[in-house]
């Protein structure tokens, strides 16, 4: 797939096949996407869990209102970021959302469908998150990626707004 048109297609799936697991070497390709995101100072203050075990993922929607889907996915991978390992403060956030979009679109490519649920800056949901996953005090998690097979993908919508491009002044 030529990377416009997977950037063009990608949308928020939240449809999947329970029963379908996502191949190791598939797991592997999404992180080393998510890997290869530029980050301030090169920091690359990421950390990724992968999340495969079915009772953890039926769990999920008990500290997230929004990722109800993950009940049916057979992974997520939830992308933290580790402030001990920051160069510029404050920019982890930055970092790990690039990591998040790289594994969003590398879905694309391999057959894969995925949907981001947002964490930080819900202080309950970042509390919830790192008391489920035992995250060390310098590590908060971001947002949470849930990924799978389905019989749903993206399809192509111009969202192209002309009004919103300003030249050189608003």
């Known amino acids: 797939m030529q990377l416009l048109e997977g950037i063009f297609k990608r949308r928020s799936i939240r449809s999947f096949i329970k029963d379908k697991p996502v191949e190791t070497e598939k797991i592997e390709t999404l992180l080393k996407a998510a890997m290869s995101a530029p980050s301030a100072g090169n920091q690359q203050p990421w950390h990724f869990i992968v999340i495969d075990e079915r009772e953890i993922l039926d769990e999920?929607?008990?500290?997230?209102?929004?990722?109800?889907?993950?009940?049916?996915?057979?992974?997520?991978?939830?992308?933290?970021?580790?402030?001990?390992?920051?160069?510029?403060?404050?920019?982890?956030?930055?970092?790990?959302?690039?990591?998040?979009?790289?594994?969003?679109?590398?879905?694309?490519?391999?057959?894969?469908?995925?949907?981001?649920?947002?964490?930080y800056p819900n202080e309950s949901r970042v509390e919830a998150f790192k008391e489920k996953f035992n995250l060390p005090k310098s590590v908060y998690p971001l947002g949470l990626v849930v990924i799978g097979y389905s019989d749903k993908s993206g399809f192509k919508v111009d969202r192209y707004r002309k009004d919103r491009i300003h030249s050189n002044r608003w």
Not at 74 to 90: F, Y
Request: aromatic share 6%; hydrophobic share 45%.
């Open 60 to 119: 999920i929607p008990e500290i997230h209102p929004y990722a109800g889907m993950s009940t049916s996915a057979p992974l997520a991978i939830l992308v933290c970021g580790d402030v001990s390992l920051e160069k510029h403060k404050g920019f982890w956030v930055q970092d790990c959302a690039a990591s998040i979009e790289n594994m969003l679109l590398a879905t694309q490519e391999i057959d894969l469908e995925a949907v981001w649920c947002g964490i």
